[in-house]
């Protein structure tokens, strides 16, 4: 540690700035590529199929229960922003217990290709052609 002060005070303010530059420089170059990342990401969510999780059953699930949905919620984003093809994400009825433990998850607000939305299921697709464009899994 000695060494590496001693090496740093030896340097002049011109290595000096020109090392802060160079960071900086390394800083936007990274920005841009993730900004561009982040684009192409959405471009392929957009172009991707719709998958709607309906959280609305939170009223029948325990604590534990309601925590561990949404650690399977960020599963899913994490598995959906790897795919070769993401899809559309839509977290329906989310509020509550399960909204409040999404929340403590770091970055979240910034998830991409991910909408959330507290209304129910119902009420987001209101009409009987909007409901025909979906899949309804349940564990029945």
């Known amino acids: 540690?000695?060494?590496?002060?001693?090496?740093?005070?030896?340097r002049t303010d011109?290595?000096?700035?020109e090392d802060a530059k160079k960071s900086e420089e390394a800083?936007?170059?990274?920005?841009e590529q993730r900004a561009a990342d982040d684009a192409a990401f959405e471009?392929?969510?957009a172009a991707g199929c719709r998958v709607v999780v309906d959280c609305d059953f939170e009223e029948l699930m325990t604590d534990r229960e309601a925590r561990s949905a949404a650690q399977q919620l960020m599963y899913c984003y994490g598995a959906?922003?790897?795919?070769a093809?993401?899809?559309?994400?839509?977290?329906?009825?989310?509020?509550?217990?399960q909204a409040a433990a999404l929340q403590n998850v770091s970055?979240?607000?910034?998830?991409k290709g991910c909408a959330?939305?507290?209304?129910?299921?119902e009420a987001i697709f209101a009409t009987s052609e909007e409901r025909a464009s979906l899949v309804y899994l349940t564990a029945e």
């Open 80 to 83: 959906n922003r790897r795919a």
């Open 107 to 111: 970055g979240v607000d910034d998830w």
């Open 14 to 17: 011109e290595e000096k700035a």
């Open 43 to 45: 471009a392929a969510c």
């Open 85 to 97: 093809k993401p899809a559309r994400l839509l977290l329906s009825g989310l509020r509550g217990r």
């Open 27 to 31: 800083r936007k170059r990274r920005a």
């Open 116 to 121: 959330r939305d507290a209304r129910p299921l």
């Open 1 to 10: 540690a000695a060494a590496a002060a001693a090496a740093d005070a030896a």
